[in-house]
């Protein structure tokens, strides 16, 4: 063998070595027999509802050996503990699976939910996955992180507030029957109209098109 082909042998060995061995560490990385998805907006309203859906997705037999009904149980805190009841802060999900999981079956299904943030600040998504009889925990995940932003939540309370008085206005209008009133209210109304689609503006730049206004 030429020393030329010598070298580009040892080359295509050691290229094949390295892929072989990525392709074994990719497989072990992504062996997971249970997973949640978790989908939930990234900024939230201190105090408001925070929506919150959890997919559940298990290979045949992964969850069989439960003594209760299975949970899935989510709390948001600054940091998770070992188990749902070991974790501050709101709940944002807790009920039980729907339809429950078939022994030796694969699972599907998906979970939705929602809860109030009670503090500022970057707070993290607490899930798990629970037979609460027991208290064995099938699968856990702490991943997701929300911001509750104080930005966020005055400007969607300026809007809630002028949204309101928009509301009461056309109401008033509705009912109104004299002409100098109505002119008054009508002009109260346009006013209060641009007043809310400015502040319904400034609220989605705070808080991002994932929070309901």
């Known amino acids: 063998m030429t020393r030329g082909r010598a070298r580009l042998t040892a080359g295509l060995m050691t290229t ?3 892929l072989a061995g ?5 497989t072990a ?3 997971t027999p249970v997973q949640l998805n978790i989908a939930v907006a990234p900024v939230a309203r201190l105090h ?21 009904p299975l949970r899935m149980e989510v709390r948001l805190a600054p940091e998770c503990g070992g188990t749902f009841e070991t974790t501050p802060g709101p709940t944002l999900l807790n009920a039980a699976l729907d339809p429950q999981p078939a022994t030796g079956r694969s ?10 943030p009670s503090a500022y600040g970057t707070q993290t998504v607490c899930a ?10 099938y699968a856990n995940d702490e991943s997701t992180q ?16 002028d949204h309101a008085a928009l509301a009461r206005a056309q109401k008033q209008l509705r009912r109104s029957k004299r002409p100098r009133v109505r002119r008054r209210l009508k002009n109260t109304v346009a ?10 503006r400034r609220a989605i730049a705070a808080c991002g098109p994932g929070v309901p206004l």
Request: hydrophobic share 40%; proline share 4%; glycine share 12%.
């Open 16 to 18: 094949a070595a390295l």
């Open 22 to 26: 990525a392709a074994s560490a990719a």
């Open 29 to 31: 990385d992504s062996f």
């Open 48 to 68: 408001a509802p925070l929506a919150i859906t959890v997919g559940i997705t298990a290979d045949p037999g992964v969850l069989d050996g439960s003594e209760g």
């Open 107 to 116: 699972y599907t299904g998906a979970v939705k939910g929602s809860g109030r």
């Open 128 to 137: 798990y996955l629970q037979d609460t009889d027991i208290g064995r925990v």
């Open 146 to 161: 929300i911001m509750v932003s104080q930005p966020c939540t005055a400007a969607a309370g300026r809007y809630d507030r």
């Open 191 to 200: 006013a209060r109209t641009r007043t809310v689609a400015r502040d319904r």
